[in-house]
């Protein structure tokens, strides 16, 4: 209202003028799509190496010794370096799913890992004096001491998986992405589109990240 300008200062309504026109766009609708697809993917992946990496850890421990260097270069170099190098590799229409997958991983292993590590060896003990099956060990012994770190983990991993992702794609610059329509706002001082871009892609990790971990919460019982 002071200055009379809209590149530093954009009104809201101007927000959520642009977001209405955008909701009305067919590209702005395969951009959301493809990115959503690409960063989930990497998650699921992500996801499903984790586990069953922090598995093979908790029964080998010289497993743990082998992947403990990995996880932490994983865990440690930052994301722009991973983003840079997997350019000249994959390319940029899977690069999210990579970058997503790669920060997924040591989060979900760490996590699966350290709950496996506090099941109570008294009840898994008890269990095998009773012959309790291995289906039932899992769903009420090994389920139960997991579920809080595995709900921690998927609510990290998946606002970490988005944020990686949308960077990625701002680097690789994919035909259909949110991270291209962030780049291009900014290219054209185009401040209102590049908030409303934010505030969709803050609004759609959300989403995915409620539905997951309800689906999470009804596997676990």
Do not use: H, Q, W
């Not at 954009?10 to 702005?28: A, C, Q, R, W």
């Not at 421990?61 to 994983?74: A, H, M, R, S």
């Not at 350019?87 to 899977?94: C, E, T």
């Not at 001082?189 to 409620?210: G, H, P, R």
Request: with cysteine.
């Amino acid at each position: 209202m002071i200055f009379k300008e809209e590149i530093l200062f954009v009104s809201p309504f101007k927000v959520l003028e642009k977001t209405f026109i955008n909701l009305m766009d067919i590209y702005f609708y395969k951009s959301v799509f493809a990115t959503v697809y690409k960063i989930l993917l990497g998650f699921i992946f992500g996801s499903i190496f984790g586990i069953i990496l922090s598995i093979i850890s908790y029964r080998f421990e010289i497993f743990k010794d082998f992947i403990y260097l990995p996880i932490t270069i994983l865990k440690s170099i930052p994301v722009v370096s991973f983003v840079i190098l997997l350019l000249f590799f994959v390319g940029s229409y899977k690069l999210s799913i990579y970058i997503s997958f790669i920060m997924v991983l040591p989060i979900i292993y760490l996590n699966v890992y350290e709950g496996l590590n506090n099941v109570d060896k008294n009840y898994l003990k008890m269990a095998d004096i009773y012959r309790v099956s291995l289906k039932n060990k899992i769903k009420y012994i090994y389920f139960e001491e997991l579920n809080p770190f595995l709900i921690s983990a998927f609510s990290l991993s998946i606002g970490l998986a988005f944020k990686s992702g949308l960077a990625a794609e701002v680097i690789a610059l994919p035909s259909y992405g949110i991270g291209t329509m962030l780049y291009n706002s900014k290219i054209y001082l185009d401040t209102a589109n590049l908030f409303s871009y934010t505030i969709i892609a803050v609004l759609v990790s959300y989403l995915c990240e409620k539905i997951i971990l309800k689906i999470l919460r009804r596997v676990l019982g």
